[in-house]
């Protein structure tokens, strides 16, 4: 078993916990709890980035699920139905070094993520 935590990418105080076991990161973020497989990180790298562009973290309903959110959302292998989910998701690929995240100084502050 694998244990450690991130920092969500928004304002959010709240650390997330994360267990890598049997194949599932168990996810725990305040009062919100879920898993999901480890492959499925693979999938959101081979499937939804592309390329090195700067894409959406769309996690906010004002954002209309665009970006990642969309594509978690929408994918039949996803356990993560919740847009809470996608930011976590998103930290944690920012935390073990898979994509990087800026915060565009627009209206609403949306997040965009790369590969690295």
């Known amino acids: 078993m694998i244990e450690f935590k991130c920092e969500i990418l928004t304002w959010d105080e709240n650390s997330i916990n994360v267990k890598l076991e049997n194949g599932y990161y168990d996810v725990i973020w305040g009062e919100t709890s879920f898993k999901f497989p480890y492959c499925f990180l693979c999938d959101i790298l081979k499937n939804f980035f592309l390329d090195q562009k700067w894409y959406l973290l769309g996690s906010n309903l ?11 959302i929408e994918n039949p292998k996803s356990l993560s139905k919740s847009l809470k989910h996608v930011s976590a ?25 790369r590969r690295i």
């Open 89 to 113: 998701i998103a930290s944690i690929m920012v935390e073990l070094g898979l994509i990087e995240f800026r915060e565009l100084n627009t209206r609403g502050r949306p997040i965009e993520l």
């Open 62 to 72: 004002s954002d209309d699920q665009k970006g990642l959110g969309n594509y978690i």
